[in-house]
């Protein structure tokens, strides 16, 4: 317990003290799960409307195999994004393993079923009524999903933040993409896992509670958002 | 409401668009994929500093053990790799992966275990020893235990050429009783388990060190023939992958075999440990089990592809 508590003292002065190692771990986890949340917005949130909108066979089954992705393995996401990006995969030329922008492609991927969800389920919550205005008043197809996507931005919105929070904690994809770089692909959940394989405990708590902090912004941002 | 969901969008896009422009103003870069232990001792960080200045690169370091870092070889991840484990070293080069193994550094691996070494190993050679672990374990698996990386690293395959010329096989003793347990991790993280069970395993002698002051294990067997533990550097056939940045991975070798490579090698960990945690190659070729050109200076392996 002592232990716990003497950690906890070292982190909150390594925070203090604003340890250079420290602040650059945490911008980098910052750009790069921001940027993931955001290139997997702007495809998963069209893509999620068109899903609500379009009636087609085996919309509810796919609806369903996308909830399921919601809690898909990291490590299975970082596998599948490596064997995809090495060199001897198909997309090997892009040069993007061990790269910032590999971690970011990586994680988008991790985040699209969750993002793609709460899309859907957000557009649903819209009231048919406003879908029906804007056809009557001759709306095209894509018409039609900017305004009620506008409706429902609060909620679309929320499933980006959730995205991004879930891109900065996870630990899966960024190991084995970005491969833990010291100054170039080295994020805060890895160096975590890194610092207590090394029995730098006090170093990891420190991160781990910035981590936290992070997540606890995110959140206090998503209730401003929902008026709560 | 309405503009500050504007403003946050805009933010959003701003910092994104910062993000890949920092991303774009990139120098060279070398990826090396190596050993846990060299990471984590800290002697490529040290060798990363030095190189990044003296060359302007990048030296980017993947770290792994042996078995991962000389698949991201063969995949054609990375440009050069600093491994332990010569079997598969000399494979890496007969299937045409790599240009030549070139000696870098050594020390020992340890047999380490309870101070009051319950197996009563102590003063035996390593396979003997390891022998002599797994019959007293069979019979009282709750004092006599092996942690085993069980991770297809150079220690773990070290660990498995031991029991071999102790005359086992390696599937019947790692199946053999619950005095043997695979941890499948890395070497700190392995000794962090075998401190808290009380048990034995084989460790690199510098990642021991630097962990030392957390452990109560101390080395039960030091030193001998079967514990050498030689480090070689090889780059990857520009002939295999086209890609790979061959002239300056044998830049980076030529660097860790330099006067001022072996220099930082051999006095590594020094001021930390009262003791350097490696041997510079450099002299040593003959005790190393090294021949004359994986000793040579500079290397003699050439990038044109031909």
């Known amino acids: 317990m002592e232990e716990i508590y003497s950690g906890l003292l070292r982190a909150l002065e390594l925070i203090a003290a604003r340890d250079p190692q420290v602040v650059e771990i945490t911008i980098r986890s910052f750009f790069i799960s921001l940027s993931s949340a955001f290139l997997a917005g702007i495809i998963c949130i069209p893509l999620g409307g068109i899903i609500e909108f379009r009636q087609f066979w085996g919309k509810r089954a796919l609806i369903n195999l996308i909830q399921t992705f919601y809690s898909l393995p990291t490590v299975t996401v970082g596998l599948l994004v490596f064997l995809l990006i090495s060199r001897s995969g198909p997309l090997g030329g892009l040069n993007l393993l061990f790269s910032p922008s590999g971690m970011i492609f990586g994680q988008a991927i991790l985040v699209s079923p969750i993002m793609i969800g709460l899309t859907i389920t957000a557009l649903a919550g819209v009231s048919t009524q406003i879908r029906d205005t804007a056809k009557s008043l001759g709306a095209t197809e894509m018409q039609i999903i900017i305004t009620v996507i506008k409706e429902a931005r609060v909620a679309v919105m929320a499933a980006v933040l959730l995205g991004f929070g879930r891109a900065l904690s996870e630990v899966g994809v960024a190991m084995m993409i970005g491969g833990n770089i010291r100054g170039y692909t080295r994020v805060l959940t890895t160096s975590i896992a890194l610092e207590t394989s090394m029995g730098n405990l006090e170093l990891s708590m420190a991160l781990g509670i910035i981590l936290i902090s992070i997540s606890l912004a995110i959140n206090l941002l998503l209730n401003r958002f929902q008026g709560r | ?306």
């Open chain 2, 1 to 306: 409401m309405d503009r500050n969901f504007l403003k946050m969008a805009l933010v959003l896009m701003t910092l994104s668009v910062l993000c890949s422009a920092a991303g774009a103003v990139e120098g060279e870069r070398l990826k090396l994929a190596t050993t846990t232990s060299l990471q984590d001792t800290g002697l490529l960080d040290v060798i990363k500093d030095k190189f990044d200045e003296k060359y302007n690169v990048s030296l980017d370091v993947v770290s792994g053990g042996t078995g991962i870092a000389i698949q991201y070889g063969e995949r054609g991840d990375v440009d050069v790799l600093v491994v332990h484990d010569k079997e598969r070293e000399l494979k890496f080069i007969k299937d045409g992966q790599g240009l030549e193994r070139r000696c870098i550094a050594y020390n020992y691996f340890y047999l380490v275990g309870p101070k009051d070494d319950p197996a009563g190993v102590k003063g035996m050679n390593a396979s003997q020893a390891l022998a002599g672990i797994m019959e007293k374990g069979k019979i009282d698996p709750a004092k006599v235990m092996f942690i085993s990386r069980g991770d297809n690293s150079g220690t773990h395959a070290r660990e498995k050429l031991l029991w071999k010329k102790a005359g086992y096989n390696y599937s019947a003793v790692n199946s053999s009783g619950p005095w043997y347990i695979e941890a499948g991790q890395g070497m700190g993280a392995t000794l962090n388990i075998a401190n808290e069970k009380q048990a034995y395993t084989l460790s690199d002698m510098s990642t021991f060190m630097a962990y030392q002051g957390n452990l109560t294990l101390v080395p039960i067997i030091e030193g001998g023939s079967e514990l050498l533990n030689v480090y070689v550097a090889m780059a990857v056939n520009p002939k295999k992958h086209p890609n790979v940045n061959c002239e300056l991975a044998n830049e980076f070798i030529n660097y860790l075999v330099s006067a001022e490579g072996q220099d930082l090698i051999a006095s590594y960990g020094t001021e930390k440990f009262g003791k350097p945690l490696f041997s510079a190659a450099r002299g040593n070729c003959e005790l190393m089990g090294c021949n004359a050109t994986e000793c040579a200076v500079p290397t003699s392996a050439s990038c044109a592809a031909a």
